[in-house]
Protein backbone atom coordinates (compact mmCIF):
# COMPACT_ATOMS: atom_id res chain seq x y z
CA UNK A 1 0.00 0.00 0.00
CA UNK A 2 0.93 3.33 -1.08
CA UNK A 3 -0.02 6.81 -0.04
CA UNK A 4 -1.89 9.13 -2.09
CA UNK A 5 -2.68 12.91 -1.67
CA UNK A 6 -2.21 14.33 1.47
CA UNK A 7 -5.77 15.92 3.25
CA UNK A 8 -5.51 15.82 6.57
CA UNK A 9 -3.39 16.40 9.77
CA UNK A 10 -4.23 14.17 12.64
CA UNK A 11 -2.26 15.55 15.39
CA UNK A 12 -2.22 13.79 18.82
CA UNK A 13 -1.89 16.71 20.91
CA UNK A 14 -1.06 14.81 24.35
CA UNK A 15 -2.26 11.15 26.24
CA UNK A 16 -4.25 13.12 29.36
CA UNK A 17 -7.65 12.59 29.64
CA UNK A 18 -10.40 13.19 32.08
CA UNK A 19 -11.64 9.57 31.46
CA UNK A 20 -9.83 5.95 31.12
CA UNK A 21 -11.93 3.96 29.05
CA UNK A 22 -11.43 0.24 28.46
CA UNK A 23 -11.49 0.58 24.37
CA UNK A 24 -9.12 3.44 24.11
CA UNK A 25 -6.23 2.36 22.49
CA UNK A 26 -3.73 4.99 23.24
CA UNK A 27 -4.06 4.35 26.86
CA UNK A 28 -5.03 7.82 27.63
CA UNK A 29 -6.08 8.51 31.33
CA UNK A 30 -6.27 11.64 34.31
CA UNK A 31 -2.97 10.18 35.04
CA UNK A 32 -1.25 10.75 31.59
CA UNK A 33 1.47 13.60 31.21
CA UNK A 34 2.68 13.14 27.93
CA UNK A 35 2.10 16.94 26.05
CA UNK A 36 3.33 18.60 22.85
CA UNK A 37 5.61 21.06 23.62
CA UNK A 38 5.51 24.61 22.05
CA UNK A 39 8.02 24.09 19.22
CA UNK A 40 6.36 21.17 18.08
CA UNK A 41 2.84 22.96 18.49
CA UNK A 42 4.12 26.23 16.26
CA UNK A 43 4.86 23.55 13.17
CA UNK A 44 1.29 22.66 12.83
CA UNK A 45 -0.20 25.70 11.24
CA UNK A 46 3.31 26.19 8.88
CA UNK A 47 2.96 22.29 7.90
CA UNK A 48 -1.04 23.07 7.06
CA UNK A 49 0.05 25.86 5.17
CA UNK A 50 3.37 24.86 3.44
CA UNK A 51 0.88 21.34 1.80
CA UNK A 52 -1.99 23.20 1.28
CA UNK A 53 -4.07 20.89 3.47
CA UNK A 54 -7.76 22.18 3.83
CA UNK A 55 -8.27 20.24 7.36
CA UNK A 56 -6.69 19.61 11.30
CA UNK A 57 -8.12 16.68 13.22
CA UNK A 58 -7.19 17.29 16.97
CA UNK A 59 -7.29 14.23 19.09
CA UNK A 60 -5.65 12.66 22.66
CA UNK A 61 -6.41 12.12 25.31
CA UNK A 62 -8.53 14.64 25.36
CA UNK A 63 -6.97 17.59 23.15
CA UNK A 64 -9.07 20.16 25.13
CA UNK A 65 -6.64 19.56 28.05
CA UNK A 66 -3.76 20.93 26.23
CA UNK A 67 -2.59 24.60 28.03
CA UNK A 68 -2.44 25.93 23.99
CA UNK A 69 -5.54 23.92 22.63
CA UNK A 70 -7.96 27.32 21.80
CA UNK A 71 -5.07 29.12 20.79
CA UNK A 72 -3.87 26.44 18.05
CA UNK A 73 -7.16 26.43 16.80
CA UNK A 74 -8.13 30.25 16.66
CA UNK A 75 -4.88 30.39 14.55
CA UNK A 76 -5.55 27.62 11.89
CA UNK A 77 -9.43 28.46 11.82
CA UNK A 78 -8.08 32.26 11.01
CA UNK A 79 -6.39 30.57 8.00
CA UNK A 80 -9.72 29.32 6.56
CA UNK A 81 -8.91 25.59 7.95
CA UNK A 82 -11.22 23.34 8.74
CA UNK A 83 -10.68 22.15 12.70
CA UNK A 84 -12.05 18.68 13.80
CA UNK A 85 -12.28 18.20 17.78
CA UNK A 86 -12.40 14.48 18.33
CA UNK A 87 -14.48 15.19 21.73
CA UNK A 88 -15.38 12.94 24.19
CA UNK A 89 -18.61 15.14 25.77
CA UNK A 90 -17.93 15.08 29.11
CA UNK A 91 -14.83 17.37 28.96
CA UNK A 92 -17.52 20.11 28.10
CA UNK A 93 -18.47 19.98 32.14
CA UNK A 94 -15.22 19.51 33.14
CA UNK A 95 -13.62 22.27 35.90
CA UNK A 96 -12.49 24.60 34.31
CA UNK A 97 -14.49 24.08 30.65
CA UNK A 98 -17.27 25.62 31.07
CA UNK A 99 -17.24 27.57 28.39
CA UNK A 100 -15.24 25.07 26.02
CA UNK A 101 -18.79 24.37 23.82
CA UNK A 102 -19.47 28.36 22.90
CA UNK A 103 -15.86 28.59 22.24
CA UNK A 104 -15.97 25.56 19.31
CA UNK A 105 -19.08 26.99 18.18
CA UNK A 106 -17.54 30.63 18.23
CA UNK A 107 -14.62 29.09 15.97
CA UNK A 108 -16.64 27.31 13.78
CA UNK A 109 -15.06 23.51 14.89
CA UNK A 110 -16.45 20.48 14.03
CA UNK A 111 -17.06 18.35 16.95
CA UNK A 112 -16.67 14.42 16.60
CA UNK A 113 -18.03 13.30 20.04
CA UNK A 114 -17.42 10.06 21.09
CA UNK A 115 -21.63 7.95 22.28
CA UNK A 116 -20.42 4.19 22.06
CA UNK A 117 -24.21 3.65 22.74
CA UNK A 118 -27.81 5.51 23.42
CA UNK A 119 -28.41 3.11 26.20
CA UNK A 120 -27.27 4.42 29.70
CA UNK A 121 -25.97 1.14 31.14
CA UNK A 122 -23.87 0.14 28.05
CA UNK A 123 -21.93 3.57 27.72
CA UNK A 124 -21.42 3.13 31.38
CA UNK A 125 -19.83 0.01 31.70
CA UNK A 126 -17.84 1.01 28.84
CA UNK A 127 -16.70 4.59 29.75
CA UNK A 128 -17.38 5.06 33.69
CA UNK A 129 -19.95 5.62 35.48
CA UNK A 130 -22.19 8.27 34.85
CA UNK A 131 -20.34 9.11 32.02
CA UNK A 132 -23.74 8.71 29.74
CA UNK A 133 -25.56 11.28 31.64
CA UNK A 134 -22.78 13.57 31.39
CA UNK A 135 -22.11 12.91 27.51
CA UNK A 136 -26.16 13.74 27.22
CA UNK A 137 -25.98 16.94 28.54
CA UNK A 138 -22.47 17.92 26.56
CA UNK A 139 -25.08 17.42 23.79
CA UNK A 140 -27.72 19.20 24.78
CA UNK A 141 -24.95 22.71 25.28
CA UNK A 142 -23.90 21.36 21.52
CA UNK A 143 -27.23 21.44 20.13
CA UNK A 144 -28.29 24.80 22.28
CA UNK A 145 -25.62 26.23 20.37
CA UNK A 146 -26.74 25.27 16.86
CA UNK A 147 -24.75 21.91 16.46
CA UNK A 148 -26.62 19.52 14.42
CA UNK A 149 -29.20 22.09 13.73
CA UNK A 150 -29.81 21.91 9.81
CA UNK A 151 -28.09 25.36 8.10
CA UNK A 152 -26.73 26.26 11.09
CA UNK A 153 -22.78 25.56 9.86
CA UNK A 154 -21.97 23.81 12.78
CA UNK A 155 -21.00 20.22 12.55
CA UNK A 156 -21.18 17.50 15.10
CA UNK A 157 -20.93 13.60 14.32
CA UNK A 158 -21.22 10.87 16.23
CA UNK A 159 -18.88 7.98 17.12
CA UNK A 160 -20.06 4.45 17.68
CA UNK A 161 -17.90 1.67 19.41
CA UNK A 162 -19.08 -2.09 19.51
CA UNK A 163 -19.19 -3.16 23.36
CA UNK A 164 -17.93 -6.08 22.58
CA UNK A 165 -15.19 -8.02 20.17
CA UNK A 166 -17.88 -8.06 17.02
CA UNK A 167 -17.60 -5.92 13.98
CA UNK A 168 -20.09 -2.65 13.84
CA UNK A 169 -23.43 -3.06 12.47
CA UNK A 170 -24.33 -1.74 8.90
CA UNK A 171 -23.75 2.29 9.53
CA UNK A 172 -27.01 3.53 7.56
CA UNK A 173 -29.34 1.67 9.97
CA UNK A 174 -27.62 2.25 13.20
CA UNK A 175 -27.32 6.12 12.64
CA UNK A 176 -31.45 6.03 11.68
CA UNK A 177 -31.43 3.86 15.20
CA UNK A 178 -29.17 6.15 17.11
CA UNK A 179 -31.26 9.85 15.59
CA UNK A 180 -34.95 7.72 16.61
CA UNK A 181 -34.03 7.38 19.92
CA UNK A 182 -32.09 10.56 20.63
CA UNK A 183 -34.46 13.04 19.45
CA UNK A 184 -37.57 11.01 20.71
CA UNK A 185 -35.96 10.25 24.33
CA UNK A 186 -33.57 13.03 25.01
CA UNK A 187 -34.21 15.62 22.07
CA UNK A 188 -30.86 15.51 20.24
CA UNK A 189 -29.79 16.67 17.06
CA UNK A 190 -26.78 15.40 14.70
CA UNK A 191 -25.78 15.52 11.41
CA UNK A 192 -24.02 11.77 11.05
CA UNK A 193 -22.92 8.79 12.89
CA UNK A 194 -19.98 6.71 12.67
CA UNK A 195 -19.23 3.11 13.51
CA UNK A 196 -16.29 2.54 14.17
CA UNK A 197 -14.26 -0.95 14.80
CA UNK A 198 -12.61 -1.61 18.23
CA UNK A 199 -8.72 -1.48 17.09
CA UNK A 200 -6.81 -4.79 18.93
CA UNK A 201 -4.15 -2.95 20.02
CA UNK A 202 -2.91 -0.91 23.37
CA UNK A 203 -5.92 -1.31 26.49
CA UNK A 204 -8.22 -3.11 24.42
CA UNK A 205 -5.89 -5.96 23.31
CA UNK A 206 -4.80 -6.85 26.94
CA UNK A 207 -8.58 -6.51 28.23
CA UNK A 208 -9.45 -9.20 25.29
CA UNK A 209 -6.19 -11.48 26.17
CA UNK A 210 -7.52 -11.30 29.94
CA UNK A 211 -10.98 -12.62 28.49
CA UNK A 212 -9.45 -15.12 26.09
CA UNK A 213 -11.16 -13.12 23.09
CA UNK A 214 -8.20 -11.56 21.49
CA UNK A 215 -7.45 -14.13 19.28
CA UNK A 216 -10.68 -14.90 18.02
CA UNK A 217 -11.30 -11.61 17.59
CA UNK A 218 -7.82 -11.34 15.60
CA UNK A 219 -9.39 -14.08 13.31
CA UNK A 220 -12.61 -12.21 12.70
CA UNK A 221 -10.90 -8.99 11.60
CA UNK A 222 -8.57 -11.39 8.93
CA UNK A 223 -11.71 -13.40 7.90
CA UNK A 224 -14.09 -10.56 7.37
CA UNK A 225 -11.38 -8.29 5.42
CA UNK A 226 -12.28 -6.87 2.00
CA UNK A 227 -9.87 -6.27 -0.27
CA UNK A 228 -12.17 -3.21 -1.77
CA UNK A 229 -11.85 -0.99 1.71
CA UNK A 230 -8.47 -0.81 0.79
CA UNK A 231 -8.44 2.17 -1.75
CA UNK A 232 -10.56 4.34 0.90
CA UNK A 233 -8.57 3.49 4.43
CA UNK A 234 -7.77 7.10 5.84
CA UNK A 235 -3.91 5.91 5.60
CA UNK A 236 -4.08 6.89 1.97
CA UNK A 237 -5.00 10.48 2.62
CA UNK A 238 -4.20 11.36 6.24
CA UNK A 239 -0.83 11.90 8.43
CA UNK A 240 -1.01 11.07 12.16
CA UNK A 241 1.35 13.25 14.42
CA UNK A 242 2.48 11.98 17.91
CA UNK A 243 2.85 14.88 20.59
CA UNK A 244 6.71 14.66 19.97
CA UNK A 245 5.42 15.62 16.52
CA UNK A 246 6.60 12.21 15.19
CA UNK A 247 5.08 11.33 11.76
CA UNK A 248 3.13 7.53 11.90
CA UNK A 249 0.43 6.66 8.60
CA UNK A 250 -2.05 6.13 11.17
CA UNK A 251 -2.90 6.95 15.05
CA UNK A 252 -2.91 3.10 16.04
CA UNK A 253 0.04 2.89 14.40
CA UNK A 254 1.11 5.73 16.15
CA UNK A 255 0.42 3.51 19.13
CA UNK A 256 2.47 0.65 17.87
CA UNK A 257 4.96 2.64 17.34
CA UNK A 258 5.32 1.73 13.69
CA UNK A 259 6.91 5.05 12.01
CA UNK A 260 6.22 6.29 8.60
CA UNK A 261 8.88 6.62 5.68
CA UNK A 262 9.15 10.67 7.09
CA UNK A 263 9.92 10.61 10.71
CA UNK A 264 8.99 14.18 11.47
CA UNK A 265 6.19 16.90 11.38
CA UNK A 266 9.06 19.37 10.30
CA UNK A 267 10.16 16.91 7.66
CA UNK A 268 6.12 18.11 5.27
CA UNK A 269 7.51 21.45 5.59
CA UNK A 270 9.55 20.39 2.69
CA UNK A 271 8.63 16.87 1.34
CA UNK A 272 5.58 15.42 -0.08
CA UNK A 273 4.73 12.23 1.02
CA UNK A 274 2.37 10.85 -1.42
CA UNK A 275 3.89 7.80 -3.23
CA UNK A 276 5.40 6.88 0.18
CA UNK A 277 4.86 2.98 1.60
CA UNK A 278 2.62 2.81 4.16
CA UNK A 279 3.32 0.53 7.12
CA UNK A 280 0.97 -1.85 7.99
CA UNK A 281 0.21 -5.22 10.74
CA UNK A 282 -2.23 -7.61 11.54
CA UNK A 283 -4.28 -4.98 13.59
CA UNK A 284 -4.89 -3.28 9.91
CA UNK A 285 -7.31 -5.57 9.36
CA UNK A 286 -9.54 -3.54 11.70
CA UNK A 287 -9.55 -0.89 9.31
CA UNK A 288 -10.75 -3.30 6.33
CA UNK A 289 -13.22 -5.74 7.65
CA UNK A 290 -16.63 -5.79 6.86
CA UNK A 291 -18.00 -2.39 6.33
CA UNK A 292 -14.47 -1.19 6.85
CA UNK A 293 -13.38 1.36 9.18
CA UNK A 294 -11.95 5.13 9.55
CA UNK A 295 -12.18 7.85 11.35
CA UNK A 296 -14.60 9.14 9.24
CA UNK A 297 -16.77 6.23 9.82
CA UNK A 298 -17.75 3.11 7.58
CA UNK A 299 -16.12 2.96 4.27
CA UNK A 300 -18.51 1.04 1.98
Known amino acids: MRRGTLTTLQVNLGYRCN ?22 LALIPE ?8 CLDLTGGAPELHPRFRELVVAVR ?3 VEVIDRCNLTILSESGQE ?47 GYGEPGSGLTLDLVYNPQNPVLPPPQAALEAEYRRVLASEFGIVFNRLYALSNMPIQRYAS ?7 LESYL ?10 NMDLVMCRSLISVDWRGFLFDCD ?8 ATSRHLRDLLSHDIQGEPIAVADHCFGCTAGGGSSCGGALG
Open 219 to 228: HLLRTSHRAA
Open 47 to 54: VLEARGLG
Open 99 to 145: DLAAFLAEHGVTVVASLPCYSADNVDRQRGDGVFARSIAGLHQLNAL
Open 207 to 213: VLRAQGQ
Open 19 to 40: QACSHCHVNASPARTESMDDAT
Open 78 to 80: AAG
Open 252 to 259: FNQQLQLP
